[in-house]
């Protein structure tokens, strides 16, 4: 189960260690898998998953452009859900979920600074994946001593 940690000085992302546990690596893998797999980080109201998610959506969406061809009749038909990855995407996914414990050690203040020389930024960019937006809030802070 996937949790935000509720401490007094900062967020946890956790339970990503667990959910690799639910796939044997040593098998190649099926779509239903990578479907369950990315969606199962949900939402994220501040969004510092969604680099590393939307690389899991992204392989989905690959597997609606693919057919599989049946060796007997020669046609060929959509991907189904139980159908195995190619090889190719087998081990995209397959490092992508290697890499998923990773996320459990994120944590972010809950207080950020804000003083006279506090700025807001801005960032927005678009690709074929997907869109983004991030506001960043800088504050320039003076060490004492």
Request: proline fraction near 6%.
């Amino acid at each position: 189960m996937l949790f935000v940690r509720w401490l007094l000085l900062r967020f946890n992302f956790g339970g990503y260690s667990e959910l690799t546990k639910e796939f044997d690596l040593t098998k190649p893998l099926t779509k239903r898998q990578l479907a369950s797999a990315a969606a199962k980080p949900g939402f994220d109201l501040i969004g510092v998953r969604s680099p590393y998610v939307i690389l899991a959506r992204g392989m989905l969406q690959e597997t609606f452009k693919l057919t599989v061809t049946n060796p007997q009749t020669g046609e060929s038909r959509p991907m189904d859900w139980d159908d195995e990855l190619p090889s190719g995407l087998d081990a995209r996914f397959k490092e992508w979920l290697k890499d998923l414990p990773g996320l459990d050690g994120i944590y972010l203040p809950r207080h950020i600074p804000m003083n006279s020389s506090s700025t807001i930024e801005i960032f927005v960019d678009a690709g074929t994946l997907g869109t983004c937006a991030q506001a960043i809030i800088r504050t320039e802070t003076i060490e004492k001593g």
